[in-house]
């Protein structure tokens, strides 16, 4: 472990990269193929979704473009999806109300549909009901970091998921 998992108190390895690679395009032939010669509109969801927006995208699926923002709208998206299909990408869908909000901003954009797709989902702290079709991972209230992941904008950039001390 790097001096990153020092300071941010990695306990464990959860997931490795070799886990993570697998399981992304695993991921990303599934959609490949549900999309298959449709055009894909891919929009990322708040920092941390970069590392698996990008491996993602990677994975040969078939997007238009990708994009990011977050719940505060700091970027919107500018391109048009009326009547596209769009793929949702996140990092980790906790309570579900973040992404909520999320499809519904994007619902006045009236979109053909919106697929989620998340790398981590906790579906036991789910508040509301999302359809997410596509995720990585199951995991519980373990405090994680990397790919993407922070504490305190420190750890994204660790090619592993890590449980960390609780703060």
């Known amino acids: 472990m790097s001096n990153i998992g020092d300071v941010l108190g990695v306990e464990r390895v959860v997931y490795d990269e070799e886990t993570i690679r697998k399981r992304v395009a695993e991921i990303g032939a599934q959609i490949t193929k549900d999309f298959e010669g449709e055009e894909l509109v891919v929009i990322g969801v708040i920092r941390g979704a970069l590392y698996f927006l990008s491996d993602l995208t990677r994975a040969n699926i078939p997007n238009t473009t990708s994009k990011t923002g977050i719940v ?4 919107d998206i500018d391109i048009d999806i009326t009547d596209k299909h769009v793929l949702v990408v996140e990092d980790v869908i906790r309570t579900g109300l973040t992404t909520a909000y999320i499809i519904q901003n994007l619902e006045m954009k009236k979109p053909r549909d919106i697929t989620l797709c998340s790398m981590l989902l906790n579906p036991d ?10 995720y990585g991972f199951e995991i519980n209230d373990q405090w994680l970091a990397g790919y993407g992941m922070d504490r305190d904008e420190i750890g994204r950039n660790l090619p592993y998921i890590a449980q960390i001390k609780k703060q």
């Open 72 to 75: 505060r709208i700091i970027k």
């Open 125 to 134: 702290r789910l508040l509301m009901t999302i359809p997410v079709k596509y």
